[in-house]
Each structure stands twice: as C-alpha cells, then as structure tokens.
C-alpha cells in the first residue's frame, strides 16, 4: 500500500512551509521561524523512521521483544539542543541589525546598503 | 499574519504539538527535550528578540508566485523520492538492520544502563555528543560575542536601589505570580536534578536537565527583575561553569587516554569495566548539565540585559 508512505509526506509538506517561509518572507524573525519549522520537520523524519510497529520506548525492560530504534533518538536528542543554541545565535544577529540598520525587514536593509555604496 | 507576538506564539504550540507527537512515536527521551526546548525555552528567546526588534512585519512579500513555484517543484520531487522508502512502521527497514540491533541486545552487557538512548549518547556516540557539547558552548560564546555589553552605569549600590524599587513594587504587581514562583522554583530545580541523575533509569540526562535548570533560573529572573537575577548569579562565575562543563566532559576522555585505552572509553575508570561504564555516564552527563545550563543562562541574561541597555539609554537620552 502506498498509503504507508504517510509519513514522509506529512514531513514533505511541513518542509516546504518552512522553506515557503524562508523564501517568501522579508522579515528576519519570521524567517527564524520558518527555520525551525523546517527543523522541526527533519526531527519528525527521523523520529517517524525509528518507529516499529508493535514497539515501545528504548528503556530496557523485562518481558518486552520489540523496541523501536534507539539511535535516531540519539541523534534528534542532541540535534534540538543544538538547534536551539543556533536559533539563540541567530536571534542575536537578528537584534544587532536592528541595532545597525534600524530595520529586520530584508529590503530595507537592502536599500540601506546600497545607499551606502 | 502580521503581529509577530502571535506567530511566536504558535510556533511554540506547534513545538509542544511536536513534543506529543514524539511521545506516540516512542521517542520519549526526544519528547522531553522538544518539551522545553521547542515549547519553552525557544518561545522565550525570540519573545525577548521581539521585544528589541519590534513586533509588527511590514507586508513585502519577494515575489511569492515563484517562491510557491520553487516549493511545489521541490515538494513534488521529494515525494516522489519517497516512493522508494520503507513503509511506516516496517520493522524490516534498513535504518534497523545496521548498529540499532547490537544497541538493544547487548547495551545491558556492555553498558549496563537500561535506558538505551543514554548509553548510545553516552557511550557508544561519546565522541559525537562531544563535539554536541562542544557546539552548544561556542554557540554560547557567539551570543556574549554579539550581546554582550559592558555594565557600568550605576554599580553595585545603584543595583541595590533598584532591587529596593522593585522590592516594593512587589506588593502591587504580579505577586501572586511572584509567591507562586518562589514554591515552584525550588521543586523545578530539584526536578532538574533528579532528570539529570535518573537519566540512566528513565528519560532524561544532561540536555533535558540542563534546559530545565535553566528554565527555572530564567523564571526567576523574569519575575524578580535583571538586577535582582544578577546579584545571585555572578555573571562571570556562569560563563565559568560553561567552560567546566566542555572540560569535565574532555577530561573524562584525556583520562581514559591517560590510561592508555581509548578516547572515552569508561572501562579506563574502574576496574569493573560495568563500574566504569556507569561512573563515565554519571561524569559526562553531569559536564552536558552543567554546559547546557549555563549556556542557556547566558544566552537569555543577554538577550535580556540588552534590553535593560537600551531602555537605560532612552532614558538618559531624554
């Protein structure tokens, strides 16, 4: 059944709003935004392919057979806190151009720039 | 949508719907990161960005007849790049088949810690949540590098006035929320410990714990003001804590060379390479908790002092 691929189209669709978001947006916090969305939505791809039918958490314990996949967890885990230590850097640029330009929206300081050349 | 506060606002729920999403997919280890991080801590840094860069989007849009056209060609391709995936829930997919069948069966034997995710994190993958830590301390750095101001105006007894000021002010505005923190704070902090050292029974660990350490700082300090946050935590001793973390974490790994085994490899710690095992987990999970922590404190006690700044500024301008 092509049915069972549902779950790489959910992450499909979730991606290309995130990029829609990056591309179509002038304004730097919204386009911050639509970078974690487009994390968010590789985590989900990840997490979504560790997943076994019939499994549970990866918590050792007794009397259970299957466990779902441990490592993409692993990677995930690390990877949202280093996203958001990122995201932090990102939303510092962001602040200091509003402190340069005045502005955080893209033309803006576009025009800016070219004034100045 | 054009006010900002809202689109924060839903990003956030968006990350505590991921973080349920996570729970139904097994990842609960995953789930509690994404809990504080994408619902909590996240929501709060770009609010504090707001704050400094205004709230309202001027409604320019580049030319979103082609963007649209650029997603739709890149979604239609990657779709069909999926055709040839794995099912959803296939237990015979090739991401099951490599290393993940040697992690469930014989981690209890080699490791000896139930809770998989942490003895891959910890053990298996040491060197690459080495570099994890090593990432999340420079990002640190940048943020001071960027945000970091120079605090001069008025001094310690300049502070002390201010925390009378608002000492005072205390009885008028938000005290319930005021009262009520000060229980919950001692209860998210002790929380914070207990996910730190539980973490090889259950979910948790270093990242988990360390966000939610920082959570409950960052609470404080929201509720009590900067200058009341600053005189309990030292800034510079903060910025030292980050850096004992990396180092805590590295030298676990240059004692384990010392003894002529491995980068991080634990059995160099005790006799019984079990032992060892548990004491390394214990020691690096403790250098994450500690990085994590304060990284997080320095990057919201930024963010948040730049603002005081440039209130201060106003002010003395006007």
Redesign the interface.
């Given at each position: 059944?092509?049915l069972?691929?549902?779950?790489?189209?959910i992450v499909?669709?979730l991606?290309?709003v995130g990029?829609?978001i990056v591309?179509?947006?002038?304004?730097?916090?919204?386009k911050?935004?639509g970078l974690?969305?487009f994390q968010?939505s590789v985590?989900?791809f990840y997490?979504?392919?560790?997943?076994?039918?019939g499994?549970?958490?990866?918590?050792?314990?007794e009397g259970i057979k299957?466990?779902?996949?441990?490592?993409?967890?692993?990677l995930?885990?690390?990877a949202?806190?280093?996203?958001?230590?990122?995201?932090?850097?990102g939303?510092?640029?962001?602040?200091?151009i509003?402190?340069a330009y005045g502005s955080?929206?893209?033309?803006?300081i576009q025009e800016k720039d070219n004034l100045d050349c | 949508m054009k006010d900002l506060f809202a689109v924060i606002m839903l990003s956030g729920i968006y990350g505590l719907l991921s973080a349920s999403f996570f729970v139904a997919m097994d990842a609960v280890d995953v789930a509690f990161t994404e809990a504080s991080v994408g619902a909590g801590i996240s929501t709060l840094l770009m609010l504090a960005a707001i704050t400094m860069t205004g709230r309202s989007e001027h409604p320019v849009r580049h030319k979103p007849v082609l963007a649209l056209a650029v997603v739709i060609v890149t979604g239609s391709l990657l779709i069909y790049g999926t055709l040839d995936m794995p099912y959803f829930g296939s237990a015979e997919a090739p991401v099951h088949q490599h290393v993940a069948p040697r992690y469930i069966n014989d981690s209890m034997q080699e490791v000896g810690v139930p809770n998989i995710v942490t003895s891959v994190l910890a053990s298996y993958r040491g060197f690459d949540t080495f570099g994890e830590v090593v990432v999340i301390f420079t990002a640190g750095m940048g943020v001071l590098a960027l945000l970091s101001v120079v605090r001069h105006p008025k001094g310690v007894a300049g502070d002390i006035e201010e925390i009378d000021s608002l000492n005072k002010s205390m009885h008028e505005e938000h005290l319930i929320l005021r009262i009520v923190a000060k229980m919950l704070i001692p209860f998210i902090l002790l929380f914070a410990l207990y996910v730190q050292f539980h973490g090889d029974y259950g979910p948790g660990g270093g990242f988990q714990a360390g966000v939610i350490f920082a959570a409950a700082i960052i609470l404080y300090t929201m509720l009590f003001g900067m200058s009341t946050a600053r005189r309990v935590i030292n800034q510079s001793l903060i910025q030292l804590f980050a850096a004992i973390g990396v180092l805590v974490y590295g030298s676990v790994g240059v004692i384990s060379l010392l003894e002529g085994k491995h980068f991080l490899d634990y059995s160099a710690l005790s006799a019984d390479p079990v032992a060892g095992q548990h004491l390394g987990i214990l020691l690096i999970e403790l250098g994450v908790g500690i990085t994590v922590a304060s990284v997080m404190v320095i990057i919201f006690f930024n963010f948040a002092g730049r603002k005081d700044d440039q209130q201060n500024k106003e002010n003395n301008e006007s």
């Open positions: 059944m092509i069972g691929l549902y779950n790489y189209w499909v669709v991606m290309m990029f829609y591309i179509a947006h002038g304004n730097l916090i919204k911050i935004v974690t969305i968010t985590f989900i997490i979504s392919m560790a997943k076994v039918d499994g549970t958490a990866p918590i050792l314990a299957q466990y779902s996949n441990p490592l993409p967890h692993v995930i885990l690390t949202i806190v280093v996203g958001i230590a990122t995201t932090a850097l939303l510092a640029l962001t602040v200091r509003k402190e955080i929206e893209e033309e803006e | -």
